[in-house]
Nanobody, 115 residues
Framework: QVQLVESGGGLVQAGGSLRLSCAAS????????MGWYRQAPGNQRELVAT???????NYADSLKGRFTISRDNAKNTLYLQMNSLSPEDTAVYYC?????????WGRGTLVTVSS
């Protein structure tokens, strides 16, 4: 079993920045890709960014240049640096990990961007 716990969400003004963290614990041997997804009210969950175990990254086209995903393998922690936030970025942000073929999800952290 793998546990993922997100933190770092909150209320921020438009143009501001936030850094999300996701701490992984449990049977995390063999983590492959990790990623961030988000779900705004009334919308489906969508990809934000992923990062493979080797460090290759993939971003949603609309977020390239503003968001940066990174991981600290020694700390088993995933990060998402979000800059130039806009109200359209308001959503619950979820951490995801692919471990030995199984997808695990955190409970999410709410990011609210005020105009």
């Amino acid at each position: 079993q793998v546990q993922l716990v997100e933190s770092g969400g909150g209320l921020v003004q438009a143009g501001g920045s936030l850094r999300l963290s996701c701490a992984a614990s449990g049977r995390i041997f063999g983590i492959n890709a990790m990623g961030w997804y988000r779900q705004a009210p009334g919308n489906q969950r969508e990809l934000v960014a992923t990062i493979a175990s080797g460090g290759n990254t993939n971003y949603a086209d609309s977020l390239k240049g503003r968001f940066t995903i990174s991981r600290d393998n020694a700390k088993n922690t995933l990060y998402l640096q979000m800059n130039s936030l806009s109200p359209e970025d308001t959503a619950v942000y979820y951490c995801n990990a692919l471990v030995r073929g199984i997808n695990y999800w955190g409970r999410g952290t709410l990011v609210t961007v005020s105009s």
